[in-house]
């Protein structure tokens, strides 16, 4: 017997540290991909990076744990994660300007 889908959720984090310009956003959207998620990334006026992510809970854990390191050239200080409800508002995954 085929297991259900997990029930979409959403997940919004805010990475702060030196997470401008070494290709987090981009890295982002790669890793978002892999696991099959949709959303969107951006860069913050504050030197932060947003990402809001939908899809199931077990994927969307494991975007947050990934956003702890980010890409090589990324220093994570802290990882604020904000759950919620799925909205279904993206089709796929993409960087805001």
């Known amino acids: 017997m085929a297991t ?3 029930d979409p959720a ?3 984090l805010i990475v702060t540290g030196r ?3 070494v290709g987090f956003r ?10 099959q998620l949709v959303g969107w990334v951006r860069n913050c006026r504050d ?11 077990q994927r969307l854990e494991r975007l947050a744990v990934w956003s ?5 050239g990324a220093l994570v200080d802290n990882v604020c ?4 409800e799925a ?11």
Request: proline fraction near 8%; charge should be neutral.
């Open 4 to 6: 259900p889908p997990a």
């Open 10 to 12: 959403r997940l919004r």
């Open 19 to 21: 997470v401008q310009g």
């Open 26 to 35: 981009y890295a982002t959207v790669d890793e978002a991909a892999r696991l």
């Open 47 to 57: 030197g932060s990076v947003e990402i809001v992510a939908e899809g199931p809970r």
């Open 68 to 72: 702890h390191g980010g890409p090589r």
């Open 81 to 84: 994660a904000h759950w919620g």
């Open 87 to 97: 909205t279904g508002e993206c089709a796929d995954f993409s960087i805001r300007y």
